[in-house]
């Protein structure tokens, strides 16, 4: 598998992710994503920086992950925007260089688009803050390649698991490991009362067909 979830975390993350309202669900008036789909669930771990605790917990357990599945590792890649200030606390507590990806170019100065110290041959893992059909992310990955870095693969705090990103890690042979997920999301949320069985059914639905979901 391509994508993996680190079950050590899953709840932990979902649960406290609910809490601040960094994940939002709202069963009554769906959100619009920039891509115009309508889904019942928003996502922004950006909040997550805002509260010291959970900030610590997400960066130690991202930090652990990277450990255990990517030892190799020896360069941090944050990806622009959210993953940045992510991936500078990961490489912070792991010790290692750091560089981020833009999503394009400068236009201007040295019209970089990785920035930090390039290493060529140098073993790299990225850090997400969210994960959807995973087009951006495998962009910076392809980015890193080409500058002669060798992606040892990425890590991220949440994943909606679409089929899309399965296909699309899987075709670009990158892993991906993510702290928590929609499944665990939603468990999360029965628990906490947040949704009731019959409001679960409903949001389960979009799952099955975001990108044609009303």
């Given at each position: ?10 709840a932990?993350v ?5 809490a601040?309202?960094?994940i939002?669900?709202n ?22 920086l ?35 200030p ?11 260089p ?5 999503p394009?170019p ?22 997400e ?5 995973g087009?951006?992310?495998?962009k910076?990955?392809?980015?890193l390649?080409?500058?002669g ?20 890690f ?5 892993s991906l ?37 009303k």
């Amino acid at each position: 598998m391509s994508i993996t979830i680190h079950d050590p975390t899953a709840a932990a993350v979902a649960s406290r992710l609910l809490a601040i309202g960094a994940i939002k669900i709202n069963h009554e008036k769906p959100f619009t994503w920039s891509s115009g789909w309508k889904s019942p669930v928003y996502c922004d771990n950006r909040l997550a920086l805002s509260y010291p605790e959970i900030r610590s917990f997400i960066k130690k357990s991202l930090a652990d992950a990277i450990r255990h599945y990517f030892p190799q590792g020896e360069y941090i890649a944050g990806v622009a925007t959210a993953g940045v200030p992510q991936g500078a606390l990961v490489a912070d507590a792991l010790q290692l260089p750091y560089v981020y990806v833009r999503p394009k170019p400068k236009d201007h100065g040295m019209g970089n688009l990785i920035e930090g110290r390039i290493e060529k041959g140098k073993n790299v893992v990225l850090i997400e803050d969210l994960v959807s059909t995973g087009g951006s992310s495998l962009k910076a990955a392809e980015a890193l390649t080409d500058a002669g870095f060798r992606v040892a693969g990425m890590a991220a705090i949440f994943t909606y698991g679409f089929d899309a990103a399965e296909a699309a890690f899987s075709k670009a042979g990158v892993s991906l490991v993510c702290l928590s997920d929609f499944n665990h999301l939603l468990t999360e949320a029965v628990a906490s009362r947040y949704l009731d069985e019959k409001q679960l059914v409903y949001v389960k639905s979009w799952r099955l067909d975001p990108a044609n979901w009303k």
